[in-house]
């Protein structure tokens, strides 16, 4: 049947006699597949330009820091402040196995603070961190070149740097290697011994650009932080609920710092893996309103398709007849309606799968570059595509045989008496 000259020449026929009817049938399901294309294009485009925060951070990780206490407990008064120490990186360590890592964290000047910083006679304003080398395995770093700070800083607080790429364009020449060079923070002099280049998307690209990661124990000395820890920067045991691990890790700093248990607003916190999946399960579901929205507007289009072949077995009734009478099986005539509805639905839809897909290329082409962008890289993957012109065929294939059981309930002898 596929195969058959004469039948595919009949189509032809077909269409080509009522051209209109055939071109504002076939536009339904173009514009029905086309939309759905862009749709879920769109919605990916979304999802990766929020998705892009999270890219190079362990999402099994999060973040605590001290806030001051907002209950009286065990005779300490409300509103009591506090500060994290190394006694605390060191207790989570030892007591919770369901803790990977524990990386005490500093910053000059407190959370979102700047410092001037000196190399000669430029000067330039940067945020200035204190860390473990241990950070590197939740947060990924862009070492271009020389090395990241290692255990022997950390033991022999060595005064050593490794900075971002603004801060090499801000302090130093074009042509100059800052390796083994010297920066001043804060009065204090700290040798270059790594470059970094922004890794990841959005702020967190921005924030390593801009700064300059010391080792935490020579941090500590040189700024007289003495044990004192900004925040802590966790990640949980491998098969180790995220969530699980925020709560036993807070449980244990509370009852360190003799902080009531049900007091949540001493202690900070932002956990990765819970934010990640809120936001996986919010474009979940956008994903799944645009496939209902979209197989909706598809759907209109093959209503169309089906509308129409009820039209053409009408205006074929006679012929369909003369058919049935010299001994045609209702096989040939299903089958032959159904392959026009095929034909009809699988051309239009391919050239909306097409459109779509070039359109939402042409929108990726032109997007700036850079930057915090909310929307990035929109566009479908293959399988998804295929999905959606298996759906349209299926469809069409059902478009054509209502129409097609129509024409068989049709007698031989009522069909030749129509006129």
Do not use: C
Not at 17 to 33: D, E, P, Y
């Amino acid at each position: 049947m596929i195969f058959d000259l004469d039948n595919w020449q009949e189509i032809s026929a077909a269409m080509r006699k009522n051209k209109l009817r055939t071109a504002l049938t076939a536009f339904g399901v173009f514009w029905g597949i086309f939309m759905l294309v862009i749709m879920l294009g769109s919605g990916n485009g979304l999802r990766n330009g929020v998705m892009q925060e999270f890219s190079g951070k362990a999402t099994n990780s999060f973040f605590v820091w001290a806030q001051s206490t907002s209950k009286p407990y065990k005779g300490l008064q409300p509103n009591r402040s506090f500060n994290f120490t190394i006694e605390d990186g060191e207790a989570l360590k030892q007591t919770l196995p369901e803790l990977k890592i524990v990386a005490p964290m500093n910053q000059l000047g407190g959370y979102n603070s700047n410092n001037n910083v000196v190399r000669g006679l430029k000067t330039a304003a940067f945020s200035v961190y204190g860390i473990q080398p241990e950070l590197a395995q939740i947060q990924q770093f862009n070492l271009t070149q020389g090395r990241f700070i290692n255990k022997l800083d950390i033991r022999d607080r060595r005064k050593v740097a490794v900075i971002g790429d603004k801060v090499i364009e801000k302090l130093f020449a074009a042509d100059e290697n800052p390796i083994g060079q010297y920066i001043k923070v804060n009065g204090v002099n700290f040798m270059v011994t790594g470059l970094l280049k922004g890794s990841g998307k959005g702020n967190q690209a921005r924030e390593q650009a801009e700064a300059i990661y010391l080792p935490f124990t020579a941090f500590g000395q040189a700024f007289n932080m003495g044990k004192r820890v900004g925040w802590f920067s966790v990640m949980s045991a491998d098969n180790v609920s995220v969530s699980l691990a925020e709560e036993e890790a807070m449980a244990l700093l509370k009852e360190r710092h003799k902080i009531a248990p049900d007091d949540a607003r001493a202690i900070g916190h932002w956990n990765m893996g819970k934010e990640f999946l809120k936001l996986n399960g919010l474009f979940t579901g956008i994903e799944m309103l645009v496939w209902f929205v979209g197989i909706g507007t598809l759907m209109a289009g093959i209503i169309g398709v089906s509308n129409i072949m009820l039209i053409v077995v009408k205006e074929r009734t006679r012929e369909i007849g003369v058919r049935r009478a010299i001994g045609a099986p209702p096989s040939i005539i299903v089958s032959q309606l159904i392959l026009e509805s095929v034909t009809l639905t699988s051309i239009a839809g391919y050239a909306g799968l097409v459109a779509g897909i070039g359109l939402l290329e042409l929108i990726n082409q032109n997007l700036p570059t850079g930057g915090d962008m909310m929307f990035l890289h929109p566009g479908v993957d293959l399988i998804v595509a295929m999905k959606a012109l298996g759906i349209l065929i299926f469809s069409g294939a059902l478009a054509g045989f209502i129409p097609a059981q129509r024409a068989l309930e049709i007698s031989p002898v009522e069909a030749l008496r129509t006129e």
